[in-house]
């Protein structure tokens, strides 16, 4: 976890990629899959084009640290897939510690959603078909 200030959506989600693809590296894994529920950044990171933006440094830091790995695979899945990295937004909120590794979390609700991961177990995403339709 890293508590970045204020940010945008974009720069939030490109400063947790690098760290988590310099973190995976640093763990000596050459094989890796990214999931992110930020369809924009997997747009991005998928794409060859360049751009002059805001956050174009922290992109080619990702595509530059992309490098480092044997193969990986970039795939876009829905918030509800990711409940780990939202829980872990919200906590990170209250952090005042600049970075922390959580290598043995103590977030009762985190080990539980991890353990729903391992097991195959995910949310149901209502989408506003799925909602009942009122008459009048």
Known sequence: MRNIGV??????????????LLLASQLGINRLIIELDAKVIVDLMLSNNTCNRAYTP????????????????????????NRCTN??????????TAFVVLD???????????????????SVRLTASDLPVLDF
Do not use: M, W
């Not at 940010?7 to 988590?20: H, K, M, N, Y």
């Open 7 to 20: 940010a945008t959506s974009i720069i939030a989600e490109f400063r947790a990629l690098r760290d988590g």
């Open 58 to 81: 922290l992109l080619n830091d990702c595509r530059h640290l992309l490098c480092h790995f044997q193969r990986y695979k970039i795939n876009h899945v829905y918030r509800e897939a």
């Open 87 to 96: 829980l872990l937004a919200k906590e990170v909120c209250a952090c005042s």
């Open 104 to 122: 043995n979390p103590s977030f009762v609700n985190l080990c539980s959603i991890l353990d729903s991961d391992a097991s195959g177990l995910y």
